[in-house]
């Protein structure tokens, strides 16, 4: 007999995954767009006092980094490019209705801006003016290994032979920039030989549509450069 295969695919995944990983945002949130858009606005006063005046992520993929720490609970975080900290906010403020009371580092090599810190139970640890290289140097010489990774700058290959220490089979690793040839994709195949060995899968960046559900409508969404690698063991089969 013949037993064809069931395809999972990044893309299928990616909508099983979002959609419940949103659900249980908006549950433990309601008010989750406005919090966001508050912090943004206030994030943006930091500006004036950057060195390096870049971009930064948008209201979706914050609701989206938010939703996946508030749906994984992962502490310790290590993040690669704070600048305003719109992402690290959305970062502990899924932490923070989930619960968790550990520590975010995060490093900005360019940058030396203080954020405004406000969550009590959720340490800020900023490595400012200091690369990838030196954060995980750090985090390796303290024995600790962080459950998820949030990557919105370039690894080199210096970063990989270091994140072999601190990268395990339950780890998450987040990409942002995850387009084309932007630096999202070069990460990914920068570690891909590291963390496919260890039973991770890609999930792709969760369709506009699924952002309905924070009333955000599916054309102001003109895109959202996110991905990430998760432990295969994540996936479970449930009878109803």
Same mark, same amino acid.
């Given at each position: 007999m013949y037993h064809p295969k069931i395809r999972l695919t990044p893309t299928n995944l990616s909508f099983l995954f979002w959609d419940q990983a949103f659900i249980n945002a908006i549950s433990i949130t309601p008010n989750i767009v406005a919090e966001i858009q508050e912090y943004k606005i206030k994030a943006d006063k930091l500006r004036t006092q950057a060195d390096y005046n870049t971009g930064s992520i948008n209201l979706v993929s914050s609701l989206t980094l938010f939703a996946l720490t508030a749906y994984f609970k992962p502490e310790p975080i290590a993040e690669v490019g704070t600048f305003i900290g719109n992402s690290t906010n959305a970062i502990a403020k899924g932490m923070q209705v989930s619960g968790s009371k550990g !520590? @975010? /580092?995060?490093? *900005? /090599?360019? !940058? *030396? @801006?203080t954020l405004d810190w406000n969550y009590e139970h959720i340490g800020l640890h900023q490595f400012k003016k200091q690369s990838s290289e030196q954060l995980f140097t750090q985090l390796k010489n303290n024995d600790i290994k962080p459950d998820m990774f949030f990557l919105d700058g370039r690894v080199t290959p210096n970063d990989v032979g270091i994140l072999k220490d601190l990268i395990r089979t339950d780890s998450i690793i987040a990409f942002d920039d995850f387009e084309g040839m932007e630096k999202g994709v070069a990460n990914l195949f920068q570690l891909y030989d590291l963390v496919a060995p260890m039973g991770q899968i890609l999930v792709n960046s969760p369709?506009?549509?699924l952002f309905g559900i924070f009333n955000i409508p599916e054309v102001a969404i003109t895109t959202l450069p996110f991905a990430m690698m998760v432990p295969i063991k994540s996936l479970q089969y449930f009878r109803q």
């Amino acid at each position: 007999m013949y037993h064809p295969k069931i395809r999972l695919t990044p893309t299928n995944l990616s909508f099983l995954f979002w959609d419940q990983a949103f659900i249980n945002a908006i549950s433990i949130t309601p008010n989750i767009v406005a919090e966001i858009q508050e912090y943004k606005i206030k994030a943006d006063k930091l500006r004036t006092q950057a060195d390096y005046n870049t971009g930064s992520i948008n209201l979706v993929s914050s609701l989206t980094l938010f939703a996946l720490t508030a749906y994984f609970k992962p502490e310790p975080i290590a993040e690669v490019g704070t600048f305003i900290g719109n992402s690290t906010n959305a970062i502990a403020k899924g932490m923070q209705v989930s619960g968790s009371k550990g !520590n @975010i /580092y995060t490093c *900005d /090599y360019s !940058n *030396d @801006i203080t954020l405004d810190w406000n969550y009590e139970h959720i340490g800020l640890h900023q490595f400012k003016k200091q690369s990838s290289e030196q954060l995980f140097t750090q985090l390796k010489n303290n024995d600790i290994k962080p459950d998820m990774f949030f990557l919105d700058g370039r690894v080199t290959p210096n970063d990989v032979g270091i994140l072999k220490d601190l990268i395990r089979t339950d780890s998450i690793i987040a990409f942002d920039d995850f387009e084309g040839m932007e630096k999202g994709v070069a990460n990914l195949f920068q570690l891909y030989d590291l963390v496919a060995p260890m039973g991770q899968i890609l999930v792709n960046s969760p369709m506009p549509k699924l952002f309905g559900i924070f009333n955000i409508p599916e054309v102001a969404i003109t895109t959202l450069p996110f991905a990430m690698m998760v432990p295969i063991k994540s996936l479970q089969y449930f009878r109803q």
